[in-house]
């Protein structure tokens, strides 16, 4: 009977701790604050207003979409593809609920997202679902892990799949070419790749506790 059956979550991934999330967002905040004001980015406004002159707001454009997470298993309820698999494996049974520190090493944005890269520990990628990578970018050879990421915000009219989706192909960029390095900031050096996609990589990378677990919406 439908009560014999597991309940897929929408998404297995890690949950950042409330105090943390306010300091990922304030940290953002200033970010994007401080880019506004670069010449560099303003030498490249139309890559986000398609108008060269037009002021952007980048506070106001990246919109938060809630709980601040790094999705591992996008389950859709059971809909998605392997999603019984994943949620079925002793490691994921046996990590649900425990606490974990995530190591956030850039802030990136595009056009269309803005988001932190994780990279994981060794014991965190065996919570990876086999092929995020592949499914994504299957032309890419890309480590496990690589689209690992929290998102921060998304433009007006995109889904929030799209950050990895961005940090994958940020990644394939930084694979071909070194990007224009525009500047030291105090968290860490800023390069520009190119139609709108700037990474910010930290200096010292940040540690985020989360909890892992599912979301049900
Ligand atoms: O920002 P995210 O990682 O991108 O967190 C949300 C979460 O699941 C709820 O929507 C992510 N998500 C949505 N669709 C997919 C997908 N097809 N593959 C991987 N992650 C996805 C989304």
């Known amino acids: 009977g439908p009560l014999e059956e597991t309940c897929l979550p929408l998404f297995f991934g890690w949950f950042l701790c409330p105090a943390f999330q306010d300091k990922l967002r304030s940290m953002a905040k200033d970010f994007l604050k401080t880019l506004t004001g670069l010449e560099a980015f303003k030498k490249h406004l139309g890559d986000f207003t398609g108008e060269a002159e037009k002021e952007v707001d980048l506070e106001h454009y990246f919109q938060d979409q809630g709980r601040l997470h790094c999705t591992t298993k996008f ?28 190591m956030l090493s850039a802030l990136f944005l595009t056009p269309r997202t803005l988001g932190a890269r994780v990279s994981f520990t060794e014991e965190q990628l065996q919570l990876w679902p086999a092929g995020a990578e592949k499914e994504a970018a299957p032309d890419a050879d890309l480590p496990p892990g690589s689209r690992a990421h929290v ?40 390069a520009y790749y190119g139609k709108g996609a700037w990474v910010l990589s930290l200096r010292e990378s940040i540690l985020a506790p989360a909890c892992f677990s599912g979301f049900y919406g």
């Not at 940090?167 to 390095?181: A, K």
């Open 75 to 102: 389950c859709d309820h059971g809909k998605a593809e392997g999603s019984k698999e994943y949620a079925e494996q002793q490691v994921v049974k046996d990590r649900y609920g425990s606490m974990s520190e995530l």
């Open 151 to 190: 998102t921060l915000g998304c433009a007006e009219g995109v889904e929030p799949v799209q950050t990895g989706l961005d940090l994958l192909e940020l990644i394939q960029q930084q694979q071909g070419q070194e990007g224009e390095q525009v500047q030291d900031l105090e968290l860490g050096s800023l």
